[in-house]
């Protein structure tokens, strides 16, 4: 067994997710009702630990640019889909592609499996062998130029590649 | 000033309501289980957003502005996540075709 029951859960890393899920409460809860939020908090965090979730690290200069990319992402995403939704003759041409991944780090892949699905007409499938099983909405789009950009900019700001 | 605000919160909250419309459209009118969840995910993501925005316009205090902010991450958190289990489970079904699903419709 590589990690012993106090490695696994009396760590930085399990400090960080309570600290993040009593905050959660908190804020949700108005501060009220901690005699349930307190188990509640270190029971998420426990289960953050056991199942391997990292400390968040990102670079926090490159959060800007991330944030302003990903939100006109998603306002050009959900303004696509809408126009194909509304317009009567609904132009869609879906079809199954595979991406290949540049990012190794788990984390990279499973925030971009994660965001892929707000980009312009792209839908996560599964991640099999190094390529991302993509669902487009459209396969005359972009889509390949999109998902790069965006896997880009997350590892830019998880701090993977050159920065 | 205020007027002001109350017009942008209007707008917003107005265009929210569009997407929402046009998410459930697009839930309705799509041709397979994919091309559907590419509406309600991508649409109603945007269309909650908006109307967070508008609402935190028109908020009270900090307070309200930041549990709208929250709600709205971990919404968008869970509708990717149930995305991609129903994309995956649905992939799976249409790679063994043979095999009966007990839950679906007909």
Known sequence: MPYSWADRFLSRRMLFWSLLYVALWGLLAGGKGWYIGIPCALAAAMLACWLGNPVWTFRPRAVPGFLLFFLRALVAGGWDVARRAVQPRMPLDPAWVSYPLTARDPRSRLLLAAAVSLLPGTLAGAIEADHLALHVLDHTQPWLESVARLEQQLMHVLGEGPA | ?106
């Open chain 2, 1 to 106: 000033m205020t007027d002001l605000l109350a017009w942008l919160s209007g707008i917003a909250l107005v265009f929210g309501c569009f997407f929402f419309v046009a998410g459930t459209l697009g839930l309705l009118r799509f041709p397979d289980v994919y091309s559907r969840l590419h509406a309600v995910t991508k649409a109603d993501t945007l269309g909650l957003g908006l109307v967070v925005l508008g609402l935190s316009l028109r908020a009270e205090s900090w307070h309200a502005i930041a549990i709208m902010f929250a709600v709205w991450l971990l919404v968008m958190a869970s509708s990717t996540t149930a995305c991609q289990l129903l994309a995956r489970y649905q992939r799976e079904q249409d790679r063994n075709p043979e095999q009966e699903d007990d839950d679906a419709l007909p």
